[in-house]
């Protein structure tokens, strides 16, 4: 047996620069730090449940997560659609057509939906009927044009960006009213027809047969309009008794 200065030696000749015995050496001068670190031993596989447990608590959480995944998605998809609503340009307004005639009668201020949009002729059957109303009313049945005779038709398509909307409507019709009564004031105000019932008084289309007041005119009788008393002659029983129970406002006494 050689000495552990030899043994160095050959190793150094050999340039074996690290060895490990395969057993320990008699007389040996103490081991250095190991090169080569023990394997560590294998660890023992966990039980079956534990196993079983690992695998059903993603599954679990996967479960609870879906309904938040699914209400976090409805909420993304209703905030755009609220915030789309509620910035939506109002619907545009629907504009009215109509004509009404301005006509003096006595003390009263006529404002009368034209049938064809045209001026009355003396010949129109809806002028002859408007005729008869004004002599059962005890009225002049040759009423007088306001103002220069013409009509006023809505949409005013003729004023360039002007609103045409029912509000500008009525306040357009109101002015006119406005400025016949600066001219010569009238003791009641006839509105004849659904357009001059909604935008001379702002009354229902049907408020037939009916003294009301409108601001600032004060009392005003609401009748049906010519062409519709045409086509449905009953209708003139009931027009007779309100013009009988409105005598008292244009009568002189």
Known sequence: MISEERRRAYLGAMQVDCWLPRGELPFA?????????????????????EVEARVARPAAAQVALRPRIALAAAGKTEEPARREESTAAPAPQKVPRFALQLLRAGACLLVVELPTGDAFQSRDPAYLLLKDLLRAARLPDKPQQVGDGEPIRWPLLNRGNLEQGSEAARDYVQGVIAAAREE?????????GSPALQFAAELAADAHNREVRVEPFGAALALPGL???????????????????????????
């Open 29 to 49: 001068a103490p081991a250095r730090a190991p090169w080569v670190a023990p394997e560590p031993d294998e660890p023992e596989p966990p039980p079956v449940a």
């Open 184 to 192: 010569a004031d009238f003791a009641c105000l006839w509105l004849i």
């Open 227 to 253: 062409e519709l008393l045409m086509e449905q002659p009953e209708l003139k029983a009931e027009l007779w008794r309100a013009l009988r129970r409105s005598l008292s406002r244009w009568m002189t006494p």
